[in-house]
């Protein structure tokens, strides 16, 4: 420890004396002069950033962007609340004009009575055109739309819904007032009689597969107004090229039975004719609504979506920033959550890659020209300075190197004085000589006190080799602990292995007796006749969706009353189903029924 303490000093001792003689006084000026400038400009630089004059090369783009997104949100949020005020309004209209029509054609509250009734039908359109086409022309939205629980044909394949989806024909207008409609779904006769063209794709009804909270929400239970409006994530339109997502609300009945839906479409067009552009130093911003896919992968409706064409949005985060990835195109930003009634999105607000590191690299440069502008001027000035100080007391320390007694040129107080300092040195050199020798005499005797306590560090070494001696022996006694643990779980092992062979024993008879089941199943199969068995089977897929909820309830077990109750439904309306279930699956009676529901059981299981 001792050598080692001893080493370094010599080191630092080495050390000042280069400093000291190798080093010249011009050198050490100019140094001194730098350090104090670099300091000074240090704590202006400090102290500008503190006070917010000075900020990292990014720190105006960020705080751009966040002002963006917040603005782009806000606007967004007033969109949709605006659309909501206007669509709670739309809701109660279309429900007075549903129940007035269905009173005239003698079915008020009958709404099962709807399907396959093309009169009804067209008799409701006639009626609620002029509501939906004046909510639609005072709504931010580039369509309006209502579809009913109900169609003209209950057959098809694929289920679709009569109603109304009109449509701007110029999208691009600054004012939708008077903006001129097109039928995108409904009836022909109802767009005849009121002026109005078909779009190029218009089809009688919707199919509304592309959104699924829109057939969600349609046969939804539930019927608060207020927490039940959405906005759909985006989606191509079925026989359509356009995207559009869709801000929907129930509409509902006077015993609060969702009957339909009615709601706003925002075409991916509108959004991006709406959406202001805002640039930043020349350098376009990008504002989006996004959906989520999956984990940190998106789709939405982007302002400018020549980047993000039929493109997933892959996102992640470099701690400060959002970063989106589609394509080979990568763009930087942020992002907050929109919440729209039960749905959940996010607006985006980005800027390419390439920019936003372009004008990252310049703001750098500025800085570093700034700096260099500073360096360049102090190297300067401390030329300047050592020129018109040093060099004069440089001539004078020659001079006294080559004749010690001649007198100094520079006139410098502090130079007159060493010059007379020399002259008294040998007695203070003789004086420190003596003082040296003292403290050497000190050093030995802290070098005798050194030895001693090497000496008890000794004797502690010692002492800490029998402790280690002691918790060897200690180790031991745990190894032996250690090997009773190990054949306590080798006993633990065959005891597993018993219980093993139990559980395989149980197994086998389980098997037994699942092989009885299965011939118990046959024998009763035997006892009906196959080909009614299997035309049962056969013709489930024949149910509408009414009768098949029927079905399954009768699967379940309930009773008549049960069945009734949890579909809200009347006595003579599950008469009527029950009668139309008998007839396409071939029973007679409720009993021959649930005979044919049991053997369907025990064959599934």
Same mark, same amino acid.
């Given at each position: 420890?001792?050598?080692?303490?001893?080493?370094?000093?010599?080191?630092?001792?080495?050390?000042?004396?280069?400093?000291?003689?190798?080093?010249?006084?011009?050198?050490?000026?100019?140094?001194?002069?730098?350090?104090?400038?670099?300091?000074?400009?240090?704590?202006?630089?400090?102290?500008?950033?503190?006070?917010?004059?000075?900020?990292?090369?990014?720190?105006?783009?960020?705080?751009?962007?966040?002002?963006?997104?917040?603005?782009?949100?806000?606007?967004?949020?007033?969109?949709?609340?605006?659309?909501?005020?206007?669509?709670?309004?739309?809701?109660?209209?279309?429900?007075?004009?549903?129940?007035?029509?269905?009173?005239?054609?003698?079915?008020?509250?009958?709404?099962?009575?709807?399907?396959?009734?093309?009169?009804?039908?067209?008799a409701i359109q006639q009626a609620?055109? !002029?509501?939906?086409?004046?909510?639609?022309?005072? *709504?931010? *939205?580039?369509?309006?739309?209502?579809?009913?629980?109900?169609?003209?044909?209950?057959?098809? +394949?694929?289920?679709?819904?009569?109603?109304?989806?009109?449509?701007?024909?110029?999208?691009?207008?600054?004012?939708?007032?008077?903006?001129?409609?097109?039928?995108?779904?409904?009836?022909?006769?109802?767009?005849?009689?009121?002026?109005?063209?078909?779009?190029?794709?218009?089809? +009688?009804?919707?199919?509304?597969? $592309?959104?699924? =909270?829109?057939?969600?929400?349609?046969?939804?239970?539930?019927?608060? /107004?207020?927490?039940?409006?959405?906005?759909?994530?985006?989606?191509?339109?079925?026989?359509?090229?356009? !995207?559009?997502?869709?801000?929907?609300?129930?509409?509902?009945?006077?015993?609060?039975?969702?009957?339909?839906?009615?709601?706003?479409?925002?075409?991916?067009?509108?959004?991006?004719?709406?959406?202001?552009?805002?640039?930043?130093?020349?350098?376009?911003?990008?504002? *989006? /609504?996004?959906?989520?896919?999956?984990?940190?992968?998106?789709?939405?409706?982007?302002?400018?979506?020549?980047?993000?064409?039929?493109?997933?949005?892959?996102?992640?985060?470099?701690?400060?920033?959002?970063?989106?990835? *589609?394509?080979?195109?990568?763009?930087?930003?942020?992002?907050?959550?929109?919440?729209?009634?039960?749905?959940?999105?996010?607006?985006?607000?980005?800027?390419?890659?390439?920019?936003?590191?372009?004008?990252?690299?310049?703001?750098?440069?500025?800085?570093?020209?700034?700096?260099?502008?500073?360096? @360049?001027?102090?190297?300067?000035?401390?030329?300047?300075?050592?020129?018109?100080?040093?060099?004069?007391?440089?001539?004078?320390? %020659?001079?006294?190197? =080559?004749?010690?007694?001649?007198?100094? %040129?520079?006139?410098?107080?502090?130079?007159?004085?060493?010059?007379?300092? @020399?002259?008294?040195?040998?007695?203070?050199?003789?004086?420190? +000589?003596?003082?040296?020798?003292?403290?050497?005499?000190?050093?030995?005797?802290?070098?005798?006190?050194?030895?001693?306590?090497? !000496?008890?560090?000794?004797? &502690?070494?010692?002492?800490?080799?029998n402790q280690y001696i002691h918790?060897?022996? =200690?180790?031991?006694?745990?190894?032996?602990?250690?090997?009773?643990?190990?054949?306590?779980?080798?006993?633990?092992?065959?005891?597993?292995?018993?219980?093993?062979?139990?559980?395989?024993?149980?197994?086998?008879?389980?098997?037994?007796? =699942? $092989? $009885?089941l299965e011939k118990a199943i046959?024998?009763? @199969?035997?006892?009906?006749?196959?080909?009614?068995?299997?035309?049962?089977?056969?013709?489930?897929?024949?149910?509408?969706?009414?009768?098949?909820?029927?079905?399954?309830?009768?699967?379940?077990?309930?009773?008549?009353?049960?069945?009734?109750?949890?579909?809200?439904?009347?006595?003579?309306?599950?008469?009527?189903?029950?009668?139309?279930?008998?007839? &396409?699956?071939?029973?007679?009676?409720?009993?021959?029924?649930?005979?044919?529901?049991?053997?369907?059981?025990?064959?599934?299981?």
């Amino acid at each position: 420890m001792l050598n080692k303490l001893t080493k370094i000093k010599r080191l630092l001792l080495i050390g000042k004396e280069i400093w000291h003689n190798k080093r010249s006084m011009r050198g050490r000026f100019i140094i001194y002069l730098l350090s104090l400038v670099l300091l000074a400009g240090s704590a202006m630089l400090i102290l500008l950033n503190v006070i917010g004059i000075v900020q990292p090369p990014s720190h105006d783009i960020d705080r751009f962007l966040e002002y963006e997104l917040n603005t782009r949100t806000n606007d967004i949020k007033r969109q949709m609340n605006a659309l909501a005020a206007h669509n709670i309004d739309l809701s109660q209209q279309l429900q007075n004009d549903i129940d007035r029509v269905m009173l005239e054609q003698g079915i008020y509250n009958n709404y099962d009575a709807l399907n396959n009734n093309p009169e009804a039908l067209t008799a409701i359109q006639q009626a609620t055109y !002029q509501t939906l086409a004046a909510k639609m022309q005072q *709504a931010p *939205a580039s369509g309006a739309l209502y579809l009913i629980n109900a169609s003209v044909n209950t057959n098809m +394949l694929e289920p679709t819904y009569n109603g109304f989806f009109l449509k701007f024909t110029n999208i691009y207008s600054e004012n939708t007032l008077f903006n001129e409609t097109c039928m995108f779904r409904g009836n022909p006769q109802v767009a005849r009689n009121n002026n109005i063209s078909l779009y190029s794709t218009w089809q +009688l009804e919707l199919n509304v597969h $592309a959104y699924p =909270q829109a057939d969600k929400l349609l046969h939804a239970k539930e019927n608060n /107004i207020s927490q039940q409006y959405i906005l759909t994530d985006v989606a191509y339109l079925k026989e359509s090229w356009e !995207q559009s997502r869709l801000f929907l609300m129930p509409i509902n009945s006077n015993n609060g039975r969702i009957i339909g839906i009615c709601g706003f479409e925002i075409s991916s067009v509108y959004f991006q004719q709406r959406t202001k552009q805002a640039n930043y130093k020349g350098y376009p911003l990008i504002t *989006a /609504i996004l959906d989520k896919k999956a984990d940190n992968e998106y789709q939405g409706q982007l302002s400018n979506p020549a980047s993000f064409v039929n493109s997933t949005i892959k996102t992640s985060s470099d701690g400060e920033h959002e970063l989106f990835t *589609a394509g080979q195109e990568r763009f930087i930003g942020f992002t907050a959550p929109l919440t729209v009634g039960a749905s959940e999105h996010r607006v985006a607000v980005m800027l390419p890659a390439d920019s936003y590191y372009h004008l990252q690299r310049q703001a750098k440069m500025r800085l570093l020209i700034m700096l260099g502008i500073i360096l @360049l001027l102090s190297l300067l000035s401390a030329g300047y300075f050592s020129k018109r100080y040093v060099d004069p007391l440089v001539a004078d320390l %020659q001079q006294l190197q =080559q004749n010690p007694d001649a007198p100094p %040129q520079a006139n410098v107080l502090e130079l007159n004085q060493f010059f007379e300092f @020399l002259q008294n040195h040998s007695e203070q050199q003789a004086e420190k +000589l003596r003082q040296l020798q003292s403290e050497n005499n000190q050093v030995q005797k802290q070098y005798g006190l050194a030895a001693m306590r090497l !000496q008890e560090a000794q004797e &502690k070494q010692k002492q800490t080799a029998n402790q280690y001696i002691h918790l060897e022996e =200690q180790l031991a006694a745990l190894q032996n602990e250690i090997q009773q643990v190990r054949l306590q779980m080798e006993q633990t092992q065959q005891e597993k292995l018993q219980a093993q062979q139990e559980r395989e024993q149980a197994q086998q008879q389980f098997n037994f007796a =699942q $092989a $009885a089941l299965e011939k118990a199943i046959e024998k009763k @199969l035997e006892s009906v006749d196959p080909d009614s068995y299997q035309m049962f089977i056969d013709n489930l897929a024949t149910l509408t969706p009414e009768e098949e909820d029927i079905f399954n309830l009768y699967v379940q077990g309930c009773s008549t009353k049960d069945i009734i109750s949890q579909l809200g439904i009347t006595e003579n309306t599950l008469k009527y189903h029950n009668k139309n279930i008998y007839s &396409k699956l071939g029973v007679k009676t409720r009993k021959e029924l649930l005979q044919y529901i049991e053997l369907m059981r025990n064959a599934e299981h």
